[in-house]
């Protein structure tokens, strides 16, 4: 059986981890991305073709070049706040397109495909941990209630590829809640957004960033802000879960390990399994920067900010077998060590036109 694995979305963030880890466990990674949101330079892991997912002549030409067995599919627009300002955008990228690749995916002859999707797809959590006491983490069985374009996207996007499973597609989409860390320093890939939403990354750069501009054109000239100390948690911040992008990769792996091996269509939550405050990040991250006095600002909670946010991830440990290995520590040390790359800080300032 051929040990190629399609990878649109490949040039970007988790998409070039899941390269890395597949070229590492020997596998053949085929990247496909149009660059939109990708980083050519993360494409290093094996060939590149650059296009349109949504492409149905470009998607079949590269199944017919490189025949491969499955496919992980990462190409997404992820920015929820700009999904409420363009919807019309998400549902033609993330539910359209995905929809036309798993189709001409299904007849270029694919047959497993492994979906990155998100824990957005339930909604509202909050109710999980207030009604009654609450059930406590999120379980595949939490109703799925999106309360955003990028939610409703991803979970029409994975309503169409479990009904390609009528036709002897059988698919695994994994919805997975906050993800960091990088790589090994050698592999030369990490995060770097156009903007930059993600939390940690958040906190890093103001600590580590020599360039004004280029805070500036992070939005993040102002520091790092931490909405509420007043919630019903240990220190007062929101809980939430943040799992390793090699574990969350592994699972990934471990996921197409299993459709192979003649797995059924299915669903599967990933993090930690444990939460982590605001705080509790604020504090790893003084640690892997040395900056002991170091005190974030602090606003009123947002509206909407559930106090507390976490995976339940038995179903994964028990199909999958997948256990997550990295700590908290691990996860800010790996990422503050891509953030203060020089390799990075090059990428970062060229992609928001500040090069030199």
């Known amino acids: 059986m051929s040990s190629t694995i399609l990878i649109p979305g490949g040039a970007g963030y988790i998409g070039s981890h899941a390269a890395y880890l597949l070229k590492q466990k020997g596998y053949e990674p085929v990247v496909i991305d149009d660059l939109s949101m990708g980083n050519a330079w993360a494409a290093s892991f094996?060939?590149?073709?650059?296009?349109?997912?949504?492409?149905?002549?470009?998607?079949?030409?590269?199944?017919?070049?490189?025949?491969?067995?499955?496919?992980?599919?990462?190409?997404?627009f992820i920015e929820?706040?700009?999904?409420?300002?363009?919807?019309?955008?998400?549902?033609?990228?993330?539910?359209?397109?995905?929809?036309?690749?798993?189709?001409?995916?299904?007849?270029?002859?694919?047959?497993?495909?492994?979906?990155?999707?998100?824990?957005?797809?339930?909604?509202?959590?909050?109710?999980?941990?207030?009604n009654?006491?609450?059930s406590g983490p999120i379980s595949e069985f939490y109703p799925t209630k999106p309360i955003n374009p990028y939610g409703q996207s991803k979970?029409?996007?994975?309503?169409?590829?479990?009904?390609?499973?009528?036709?002897?597609?059988?698919?695994?989409?994994?919805?997975?809640?906050?993800?960091?860390?990088?790589?090994?320093?050698?592999?030369?890939?990490?995060?770097a957004h156009k903007p930059e939403s993600h939390l940690i990354p958040r906190l890093i750069m103001p600590l580590i960033a020599?360039?004004?501009?280029?805070?500036?054109?992070?939005?993040?000239?102002?520091?790092?802000?931490?909405?509420?100390?007043?919630?019903?948690?240990?220190d007062g911040t929101a809980i939430r879960d943040y799992v390793h992008v090699l574990d969350l990769i592994d699972a990934h792996i471990r996921a197409l390990d299993y459709l192979i091996g003649g797995g059924e269509t299915d669903i599967f939550n990933l993090g930690s399994g444990r939460g982590f405050s605001v705080?509790?990040?604020v504090d790893a991250v003084r640690k892997a920067l040395n900056k002991p006095a170091f005190v974030p600002k602090l606003e009123a909670?947002?509206?909407?900010?559930?106090?507390?946010?976490?995976a339940n991830?038995?179903?994964?440990?028990?199909?999958?077998?997948?256990?997550?290995?990295?700590?908290?520590?691990?996860?800010?040390?790996?990422?503050?060590?891509?953030?203060?790359?020089s390799f990075y800080q090059e990428a970062i300032k060229t992609k928001f036109g500040l090069a030199g």
């Open 46 to 76: 094996g060939p590149f073709e650059q296009g349109d997912v949504g492409d149905t002549d470009f998607v079949r030409g590269v199944c017919e070049k490189y025949k491969p067995v499955a496919a992980m599919y990462f190409a997404a």
């Open 80 to 130: 929820v706040g700009e999904s409420v300002q363009y919807p019309q955008k998400y549902f033609e990228n993330n539910r359209d397109k995905a929809s036309r690749f798993f189709k001409t995916a299904n007849a270029s002859g694919i047959k497993k495909i492994v979906f990155s999707s998100t824990a957005a797809v339930y909604g509202d959590t909050a109710s999980a941990y207030t």
């Open 132 to 134: 009654g006491g609450g």
């Open 155 to 191: 979970l029409e996007a994975e309503a169409y590829l479990r009904m390609l499973d009528a036709d002897g597609l059988r698919s695994v989409a994994l919805r997975y809640f906050n993800v960091a860390g990088a790589a090994p320093s050698s592999a030369r890939i990490g995060e």
């Open 210 to 234: 020599s360039n004004p501009n280029l805070l500036k054109a992070m939005g993040l000239e102002e520091g790092f802000t931490v909405y509420g100390d007043d919630y019903p948690t240990p």
């Open 279 to 281: 705080m509790e990040i």
């Open 301 to 310: 909670r947002r509206p909407g900010d559930p106090a507390i946010l976490v």
């Open 313 to 341: 991830i038995s179903k994964a440990e028990k199909t999958l077998g997948w256990k997550p290995e990295h700590t908290l520590q691990n996860i800010i040390d790996d990422a503050a060590l891509w953030h203060k790359s």
